[in-house]
């Protein structure tokens, strides 16, 4: 999705202070609509430079600081989704799991360096996350269930009742109805995951950006009688918690996608934790 919610609430970027600069030129209306995509193809750079120095000359036994930190990070996202998923399943959807969390975590982390801006503070780009897992969540339920699997497991697995006579026809005339109406909860509780997943995310992002603009101006305030150019750094308490925060909302948004996942698992497959 392309756009920006441009917003007074939060530090300026090299992005937003080049639009200032260009004014109402093509470029400068370009790049502010595109101003969220900009930083999520930043994201996606800086993730695919981290990979290809990973790999590149990798030994068996790690030598090198890089390839040490992701086999770790790596092992431990396989040990997260496998806590979620089983060994098995977990190892399947570690990819998808895996890069959703490291591609918010960055997004999240890059609103706190100076002149970038976390594109996950924009609800276009949340949206566009949440759908993806919509997506592959639907697609996962098609593919490992089969269209009818699919359909039955969103009716809520309806089978008919053994009993005979007048009571068995009672019974269907009740169970159609209850199906009817466990379909239909099914089907807007499916199209309601994204919708939760991608506010939350824009929801905290946008609010600990909020949170770091205030204190950043409180702290620009304590030496406006100077006409000092720099402040008093207040917004460095709020940028640990912003740490921490960035983590968790990733771990969360990754943590539902791979629940939402599992659910769609055929359910006689046993998974082992």
């Known amino acids: 999705m392309s756009g920006s919610e441009s917003s007074s609430q939060e530090l300026a970027n090299f992005i937003g202070i080049t639009v200032k600069g260009l004014g109402d030129s093509g470029l400068g209306i370009f790049l502010h609509r595109w101003e969220n995509?900009?930083?999520?193809?930043?994201?996606?750079?800086?993730?695919?430079?981290?990979?290809?120095?990973?790999?590149?000359?990798?030994?068996?036994?790690?030598?090198?600081?890089?390839?040490?930190?992701?086999?770790?990070?790596?092992e431990s996202l396989s040990n997260f989704v496998s806590g979620v998923l089983g060994e098995k399943e977990g190892r399947h959807y570690l990819p998808y799991i895996g890069t959703l969390f490291l591609y918010i975590l960055i997004m999240n982390f890059?609103?706190?360096?100076?002149?970038?801006?976390?594109?996950?503070s924009s609800l276009n780009t949340t949206v566009a996350l949440a759908l993806c897992t919509f997506i592959y969540v639907q697609?996962?339920?098609?593919?490992?269930?089969g269209m009818i699997g699919y359909l039955d497991h969103m009716a809520g697995s309806p089978r008919m009742p053994e009993e005979k006579g007048v009571f068995k026809i009672f019974l269907i005339l009740l169970f159609i109805?209850?199906?009817?109406?466990?379909?239909?909860?099914?089907?807007?509780?499916?199209?309601?995951?994204?919708?939760?997943?991608?506010?939350?995310?824009?929801?905290?992002?946008t609010g600990e950006d909020a949170l770091l603009y205030v204190f950043v101006m409180l702290g620009l305030s304590m030496f406006s009688a100077w006409k000092s150019p720099v402040g008093f750094p207040l917004q460095i308490p709020i940028?640990?918690?912003?740490?921490?925060?960035?983590?968790?909302?990733?771990?969360?948004?990754?943590?539902?996608?791979?629940?939402?996942?599992?659910?769609?698992?055929?359910?006689?497959e046993e998974v082992k934790h």
């Open 110 to 120: 890059m609103g706190m360096v100076p002149g970038m801006k976390s594109p996950t």
């Open 239 to 268: 940028m640990f918690l912003s740490l921490i925060g960035g983590a968790v909302q990733a771990m969360v948004f990754s943590l539902l996608s791979a629940v939402y996942i599992s659910m769609m698992l055929p359910h006689h």
């Open 37 to 74: 995509v900009i930083f999520s193809l930043i994201a996606v750079v800086f993730l695919s430079l981290m990979a290809y120095f990973a790999q590149r000359n990798r030994s068996f036994v790690p030598e090198r600081r890089l390839q040490n930190m992701v086999e770790v990070l790596v």
């Open 139 to 145: 697609y996962t339920g098609i593919r490992r269930l």
């Open 177 to 205: 109805p209850i199906h009817i109406l466990l379909f239909i909860i099914h089907i807007i509780g499916e199209f309601v995951k994204p919708v939760s997943l991608s506010l939350r995310l824009f929801g905290n992002i």
